[in-house]
């Protein structure tokens, strides 16, 4: 598995494009002023400062883990920096997420994987006018994420604990639409594609959904490959790491891979 992803990833840097290799306007705005604004912002800080206390926090939690390719539950003891190490998406990957919430400045945000709640934080600084959605699995987890949540004075989070396939279709049922999607903690084929596909009839032209992780696995690049080809989408950006579905009206269908 790691060989293949070795390999996926060297395939990737060869064929994927920077912004000028793009012919799209909107993805080329997109790459220059989102996706490679690599200056620093303000908003960084706090939540950097709280990943180095997570990542020197020996805590023990006990997690439940749901998915990342299990149907089994699976409850082990762990140190919190045992999780912020191997689980807390890289401050350059949350960073950009930060980036395409703020450029997107969605009304309805939805997370599923809150995990200690760092990206979720990135999130809520970036759209502090937004309601903001995060789900977790694990109950321990999500009680170290809601600690992170009031040292940051985080007021537009909502997080709620359980099973996604349980949570994520009242939701979607109960919001008036969904603007930004942030689709992680769950990396099987199958429940992939349910959450893009439920997530379908409250899309509109605006909508960002981002998956995690795309190139996880064989089932994921599948999930990622009918995503792109579903006829709702117009175009999608490969970033390797995540991946971002557009619903543009009017747009001819096109998929870029970025280098980032």
Same mark, same amino acid.
Request: contains cysteine; proline residues 3%.
């Given at each position: 598995?790691v060989?293949q992803f070795?390999s996926?990833?060297l ?6 494009k920077?912004? +000028?290799g793009?012919?799209s306007?909107?993805?080329?705005k997109?790459v /220059?002023? =989102?996706?490679?604004d !690599? ?11 709280q990943?180095k206390?997570?990542l020197h &926090?020996?805590?023990?939690?006990? =997690?439940?883990?749901l998915g ?7 409850n082990?003891?762990?140190k =919190?920096?045992q999780i912020a190490?191997n689980?807390?998406?890289? @401050?350059?990957?949350a960073?950009? $997420? !930060?980036?395409?919430?703020k450029?997107?400045? @969605?009304? =309805? ?15 809520s600084?970036?759209? @502090?006018?937004?309601?903001i959605?995060t ?5 321990e ?8 949540f009031?040292?940051?004075e985080l007021?537009?989070v909502?997080?709620q604990?359980?099973n996604? /396939?349980?949570?994520?279709p009242?939701?979607i049922n109960?919001?008036p639409q969904? &603007?930004f ?5 769950? +990396?099987?084929? &199958?429940a992939?594609?349910?959450?893009f596909?439920w997530?379908? @009839?409250?899309?509109?032209e605006?909508?960002?959904l981002? !998956? &995690?992780d $795309?190139?996880?696995s064989?089932?994921m690049?599948?999930?990622w490959?009918?995503?792109?080809? +579903?006829p ?6 490969d970033l390797f790491?995540?991946g971002l579905v557009? !619903?543009?009206?009017g ?9 980032f």
């Open positions: 598995m060989l070795v996926d990833y395939k990737h840097r060869l064929t994927s920077s912004r +000028h793009t012919h306007p909107f993805v080329y997109l /220059d002023e =989102v996706i490679y !690599f200056s620093a912002k303000s908003e960084y800080n706090h939540i950097e400062q990943r206390k997570l &926090d020996d805590t023990l939690v006990t =997690v439940t883990d990342a390719g299990s149907h089994l539950n699976k082990r003891k762990k =919190v920096r190490i689980a807390l998406k890289s @401050p350059r990957l960073q950009l $997420i !930060f980036r395409l919430a450029n997107a400045q @969605p009304g =309805v945000l939805l997370e599923l994987g809150t995990c200690l709640g760092i990206t979720t934080a990135y999130l600084k970036a759209c @502090p006018d937004a309601d959605i789900i977790e699995g694990c109950p987890t999500a009680k170290r994420a809601w600690q992170n009031q040292e940051l007021e537009n909502e997080l604990v359980g996604f /396939d349980e949570l994520l009242e939701l109960n919001a969904l &603007d999607v942030y689709i992680d903690g769950n +990396h099987r084929k &199958d992939t594609l349910n959450y596909n997530c379908l @009839p409250k899309v509109h605006h909508s960002l981002i !998956f &995690d $795309i190139y996880w064989e089932g690049k599948e999930a490959e009918e995503i792109k080809n +579903h709702e989408v117009t175009v999608t950006v790491w995540i557009y !619903f543009k009206k747009q001819v269908k096109e998929h870029f891979k970025i280098r």
